[in-house]
């Protein structure tokens, strides 16, 4: 089975991630350290050098057609659902899992976890609150395909990785 990780930047999809597929007994995989062992460069040169269009090509790319073992937990890049087909593709080849968290709990956790990150890098404050809420916004639509929409800030491996097996 194969089991994708959506969520904002920040939710903690990477952390939850290691810990499911742990419980799963699977392989995990993270789709931007994908990404960085194949440019060799970091998320944040990518853009910067080739910019967003092209970093959502290679997302597209990876996600779809490397090749990956049978049974794998994969965690996303937030904007990943976002693009292409990809929702729609992992939700026809696999287990989609929301972590979902409000803006406040999200701009918390990325105050300091922004230098990596292009798209809020110079953001902070009220500014990087604003741009979560309109991100957030304009993405729900695509991260509420998922098959499992669970708490971020309270989420158990063991329990999903339960919901998942039964389906
Ligand atoms: C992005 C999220 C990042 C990374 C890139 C773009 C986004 O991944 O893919 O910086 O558009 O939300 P994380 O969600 O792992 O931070």
């Known amino acids: 089975m194969k089991v994708?990780?959506?969520?904002?930047?920040?939710?903690g999809?990477?952390?939850?991630?290691?810990?499911?597929?742990?419980?799963?007994?699977?392989?995990?995989?993270?789709?931007?350290h994908l990404i960085e062992e194949i440019t060799g460069g970091t998320v944040g040169e990518y853009f910067a050098t080739h910019g967003e269009i092209k970093f959502r090509e290679?997302?597209?790319?990876?996600?779809q057609t490397h090749p990956f073992p049978e049974n794998y937990v994969l965690s996303t890049g937030g904007g990943a659902p976002c693009f292409h087909d990809n929702m729609d593709w992992m939700n026809k080849n696999g287990q989609t899992i929301y972590l979902q968290l409000s803006p406040k709990?999200?701009?918390t956790r990325l105050e300091n976890a922004k230098e990596q990150r292009p798209l809020i890098k110079d953001l902070k404050g009220d500014d990087l609150i604003k741009f979560i809420e309109e991100r957030?916004?304009?993405?729900?639509?695509?991260?509420?395909?998922?098959?499992?929409?669970?708490d971020g800030l309270n989420v158990h491996p063991e329990i999903i990785a339960n919901l998942i097996s039964k389906n």
Do not use: C, Q, S
């Open 136 to 150: 957030l916004e304009a993405r729900d639509i695509h991260y509420k395909k998922a098959h499992f929409i669970v």
């Open 58 to 63: 290679l997302e597209k790319d990876i996600l």
């Open 105 to 107: 709990a999200l701009a």
């Open 4 to 11: 994708f990780l959506i969520g904002f930047m920040g939710a």
């Open 13 to 32: 999809k990477t952390t939850f991630g290691k810990k499911l597929a742990k419980n799963l007994n699977y392989p995990f995989f993270d789709l931007d």
